[in-house]
């Protein structure tokens, strides 16, 4: 079994020690790890789903543009990254688990290895502080 | 192919009847087959093994980092002031500097009387990342590994024998220590299934936790580290300087009482064929 490289194993034990959601894809966008904070987010455990392919886990996300109009897939910042291997940062609304309009900034940024590889992305989820 | 060690303390380099027996000298190894020899880094060990032992023309010395304990050795090692020998000196890319340019960081004044480009052998500088190549008779691969700075193992293979020398690494590194799913733990790709592992196991397990980050392994973490890669023996390597010979076999007797894993601590001097 090949094991994963070591900037994204640790990028994994640094998301395992954040109190924040982290999300860790592959180049594909295939979730390969995501952290407790996460998996209150997603509404599953990566204990008992362990990966999962991109199609299945972005639906669980229906995200909405301030005025409340859905979100088409490549204006999110995790594929933007995974699209071009840049950063990005973006508040807009999900629909949260409980079925409502729950304001977030996500932080997207490539995980390019020292020797210059693209390896894959991380996603961050903030909630957004009330002004 | 034979395995023989040069150095197996950590950090710097010990003397006195108290390290006497597994030795004060730091990381240095070597294999050799046939005229083929290979030294695995370049620690205070690596001047024993340049005398006699170094007697084909061709040397390659394949360096895991370059922390001061696995190179302070390379300005004493005496093929490199032979006109007559070819040296190869492999080592981790950076995503910086050089990997010549790092070595003369050491290898000149005022740290060293000598600049690296003027010793008197064909020298020749190789980086290697996440990578396969062959060195005569040897297939090597060699890969990045959790550890401060550039910092590869290495595999070493021949025929069907497999000799894995990874004397830095804190696989264990993170909150909860090693994730213990073969995919999550650095290093696994270089030890699976190893006849012979050389691998760190500085610490004690009550040691650890005030020096983690620091790169190395408790004696528990590097067990663990070699149940999960199914390595048929190792060598439990880096002995931290401040463990006498017999803090070290204390160690090693409360370890085995909680593992059958099959180890035994590394010695200077220690050789194994492989056949």
């Given at each position: 079994?090949?094991?994963?490289?070591?900037?994204?194993?640790?990028?994994?034990?640094?998301?395992?020690?954040?109190s924040i959601p982290v999300f860790i894809t592959d180049?594909?966008?295939?979730?390969?790890?995501?952290?407790?904070?996460?998996?209150?987010?997603?509404?599953?455990?990566?204990?008992?789903?362990?990966?999962?392919?991109?199609?299945?886990?972005?639906?669980?996300?229906?995200?909405?543009?301030?005025?409340?109009?859905?979100?088409?897939?490549?204006?999110?910042?995790?594929?933007?990254?995974?699209?071009?291997?840049?950063?990005?940062?973006?508040?807009?609304?999900?629909?949260?688990?409980?079925?409502?309009?729950?304001?977030?900034?996500?932080?997207?940024?490539?995980?390019?290895?020292?020797?210059?590889?693209?390896?894959?992305?991380?996603?961050?989820?903030?909630?957004?502080?009330?002004? | 192919?034979?395995?023989?060690?040069?150095?197996?303390?950590?950090?710097?380099?010990?003397?006195?009847?108290?390290?006497?027996?597994?030795?004060?000298?730091?990381?240095?190894?070597?294999?050799?087959?046939?005229?083929?020899?290979?030294?695995?880094?370049?620690?205070?060990?690596?001047?024993?093994?340049?005398?006699?032992?170094?007697?084909?023309?061709?040397?390659?010395?394949?360096?895991?980092?370059?922390?001061?304990?696995?190179?302070?050795?390379?300005?004493?090692?005496?093929?490199?002031?032979?006109?007559?020998?070819?040296?190869?000196?492999?080592?981790?890319?950076?995503?910086?500097?050089?990997?010549?340019?790092?070595?003369?960081?050491?290898?000149?004044?005022?740290?060293?009387?000598?600049?690296?480009?003027?010793?008197?052998?064909?020298?020749?500088?190789?980086?290697?990342?996440?990578s396969v190549f062959d060195i005569g008779p040897f297939?090597?691969?060699?890969?990045?590994?959790?550890?401060?700075?550039?910092?590869?193992?290495?595999?070493?293979?021949?025929?069907?024998?497999?000799?894995?020398?990874?004397?830095?690494?804190?696989?264990?590194?993170?909150?909860?220590?090693?994730?213990?799913?073969?995919?999550?733990?650095?290093?696994?790709?270089?030890?699976?299934?190893?006849?012979?592992?050389?691998?760190?196991?500085?610490?004690?397990?009550?040691?650890?936790?005030?020096?983690?980050?620091?790169?190395?392994?408790?004696?528990?973490?590097?067990?663990?580290?070699?149940?999960?890669?199914?390595?048929?023996?190792?060598?439990?390597?880096?002995?931290?300087?401040?463990?006498?010979?017999?803090?070290?076999?204390?160690?090693?007797?409360?370890?085995?009482?909680?593992?059958?894993?099959?180890?035994?601590?590394?010695?200077?001097?220690?050789?194994?064929?492989?056949?």
């Amino acid at each position: 079994m090949a094991a994963y490289e070591i900037e994204i194993i640790l990028n994994r034990q640094l998301a395992d020690c954040l109190s924040i959601p982290v999300f860790i894809t592959d180049i594909l966008g295939n979730l390969i790890f995501y952290n407790e904070p996460a998996e209150q987010v997603l509404g599953k455990r990566f204990e008992e789903t362990g990966e999962m392919p991109v199609e299945e886990w972005s639906t669980v996300f229906k995200p909405l543009d301030n005025d409340g109009h859905p979100m088409a897939p490549e204006e999110l910042p995790l594929v933007k990254t995974l699209s071009d291997q840049c950063p990005y940062h973006k508040s807009f609304q999900i629909i949260s688990l409980k079925g409502k309009k729950q304001p977030i900034s996500v932080t997207s940024y490539p995980i390019i290895s020292r020797s210059g590889n693209f390896l894959g992305a991380v996603a961050i989820f903030w909630k957004q502080k009330l002004k | 192919m034979k395995v023989k060690l040069w150095g197996v303390r950590g950090s710097i380099p010990t003397t006195g009847p108290d390290t006497e027996k597994y030795g004060g000298n730091t990381s240095c190894a070597s294999v050799a087959y046939d005229d083929h020899l290979l030294v695995l880094d370049g620690g205070t060990g690596i001047r024993q093994c340049g005398g006699a032992y170094c007697a084909s023309k061709r040397i390659d010395i394949l360096l895991t980092h370059l922390h001061l304990d696995h190179i302070q050795g390379l300005g004493f090692f005496s093929p490199l002031f032979d006109a007559s020998k070819e040296i190869h000196i492999w080592g981790p890319a950076s995503s910086s500097q050089s990997l010549f340019s790092r070595i003369s960081r050491y290898l000149s004044p005022p740290l060293f009387p000598v600049l690296l480009r003027d010793v008197p052998c064909k020298l020749e500088l190789h980086e290697v990342s996440n990578s396969v190549f062959d060195i005569g008779p040897f297939r090597i691969q060699s890969s990045y590994i959790i550890h401060p700075g550039p910092t590869v193992g290495y595999r070493l293979m021949r025929e069907n024998f497999v000799f894995t020398y990874i004397p830095d690494h804190e696989p264990a590194l993170g909150s909860h220590g090693m994730i213990q799913n073969p995919k999550w733990v650095s290093g696994y790709d270089l030890a699976e299934g190893a006849d012979i592992l050389l691998h760190d196991a500085q610490y004690t397990k009550e040691e650890y936790p005030m020096r983690r980050g620091w790169g190395h392994s408790s004696i528990d973490d590097a067990g663990l580290f070699a149940s999960i890669t199914s390595a048929k023996h190792t060598l439990f390597a880096h002995h931290d300087p401040s463990h006498s010979d017999a803090f070290l076999e204390e160690m090693l007797a409360s370890f085995k009482l909680s593992s059958d894993v099959s180890v035994e601590l590394a010695m200077e001097g220690f050789e194994i064929e492989l056949t």
